[in-house]
């Protein structure tokens, strides 16, 4: 997947992300809520941070890539487990919703920066 691409994908994603308490009855209690855009944007601005982190390390050593790897998918965590922490803490209300949409909105990042650095590097290349 080209650069280019990767960073369309995770525009795509997250456009679904944010529509999809309006789209999907279950999440609609999250449409009101200010927490909702802030952990998707958040986590779009993360994944982009992470992809342009991962492009930039797979042209040097195995070993700098595999720490971009590692600090792209520590990064998104972190992310998301502040925004769960913060919102779980603050709101009574659509907890159950919030925690599996905002997990799954991790999972789709994760796929596209999967996708975008499966074919990274030289697959003839012994570490």
Do not use: C
């Amino acid at each position: 997947m080209t650069l280019r691409l990767a960073f369309f994908a995770l525009l795509a994603v997250t456009a679904l992300s944010l529509t999809a308490p309006n789209v999907i009855p279950r999440l609609g209690v999250l449409s009101g809520l200010w927490w909702w855009p802030a952990t998707v944007l958040s986590l779009a601005t993360s994944a982009a941070l992470g992809l342009n982190w991962i492009r930039k390390a797979s042209d040097k050593s195995p070993m700098q890539f595999v720490a971009a790897v590692n600090g792209t998918t520590a990064l998104k965590l972190f992310t998301t487990l502040g925004w769960l922490s913060a919102f779980l803490v603050s709101n009574e209300e659509a907890r159950v919703e919030f925690v599996f949409a905002a997990f799954g909105v991790f999972v789709l990042y994760t796929t596209v920066i999967v996708a975008a650095t499966a074919g990274s590097g030289d697959q003839n290349q012994k570490n």
